[in-house]
């Protein structure tokens, strides 16, 4: 089995390349004053597959099941980031809707975006301290 320190780098170069899709969204809606709906639709839906795998990934894929195991003290930390992905799955999903249903990017849904963007770098933030901190003993 890997090591914990490999599944703690191999998240954050996971983390980087979505990070990376990300910036290129902070790009398209702070570069454009309007943004038309198919184009943001498209580029949102594109954003959530890459989230959806990339959270499919550290839950599913071994990135959390190795600290299930050798760390038992961090389950309640685990579950909180579990229940983030969903969380920011759903609020994804409801901006998808809304600027779909919508006339393209209005100064409230980028609000809304840039709110979300930055919720998500915040999850990723704690996601690396979690598994840094997981990583720095080897128990198992």
Known sequence: MK???IFADQLREANTAFLGEL???????EAMVAVPAADL???LLSIRG??????RLVEEDGYLHPLVTCRPDLESQRKSLISDHHALLLS???LIRDTEAGEGL???ERGRLRQWIKDVKHHEERET???DEASDEEPC
């Not at 910036?23 to 809606?29: D, F, P, Q, R």
């Not at 890459?50 to 959270?55: D, R, T």
């Open 106 to 108: 209005t100064d409230y």
């Open 92 to 94: 994804l999903d409801a």
């Open 41 to 43: 639709g498209r580029r």
């Open 23 to 29: 910036k290129h969204l902070e790009s398209m809606i």
């Open 50 to 55: 890459v989230a959806a795998e990339h959270f």
């Open 3 to 5: 090591t914990l320190k």
């Open 129 to 131: 301290e979690f598994f």
